[in-house]
């Protein structure tokens, strides 16, 4: 079983906090986009371009399972935990919440290729919020802000974590 899952919208940094994470524990970090290129053979926001939310949710649920069976720090999809199976799997895992203001996550995202995110992000992520907050809050531990530097919100995480599992 993964060390620590990180969940959260789009653009809080989950895959850079992973890293940092995986790196300071000496274990690896697994992206569940990453798994799930590997599987699919292509990345999520090409397959969300020709396959309707649903088929791509059930490709995405399998990469999780994947990520869960490491043992280093895995970093999700934000929408991963918009299914039943999802939430799931995260629950019997050290699951984190990384969350920020949007504005924070609007300009961290910049021009970044995000389907799910439409023409208009500033609504979409707004919408996300209202969606996925209960959703993220049932799968987590705790909810970590990561408005604050790289390595501040790793070092809150590994704070979290080493509370959480002592």
Request: glycine share 6%; proline share 4%; aromatic share 4%.
């Amino acid at each position: 079983m993964a060390r620590l899952v990180l969940v959260g919208l789009p653009g809080v940094g989950k895959t850079s906090v992973a890293k940092q994470i995986a790196e300071h524990w000496h274990c690896e970090a697994l992206d569940t986009d990453e798994v799930f290129l590997a599987h699919v053979g292509v990345t999520p926001a090409d397959f969300l371009r020709t396959h309707d939310e649903p088929s791509f949710r059930l490709r995405e649920v399998d990469a999780l399972a994947t990520a869960l069976n490491s043992t280093g720090v895995v970093a999700t999809g934000g929408g991963v935990v918009c299914t039943p199976r999802g939430r799931e799997l995260l629950a019997h895992a050290v699951t984190v919440w990384l969350d920020c203001d949007d504005d924070v996550l609007l300009d961290r995202l910049g021009d970044v290729d995000r389907p799910l995110l439409g023409h208009d992000p500033e609504v979409k992520l707004k919408q996300l919020r209202v969606e996925r907050t209960a959703w993220y809050e049932e799968v987590s531990k705790v909810r970590v802000d990561a408005s604050t530097s790289l390595a501040a919100v790793a070092l809150a995480v590994m704070d979290e974590a080493k509370a959480l599992t002592s």
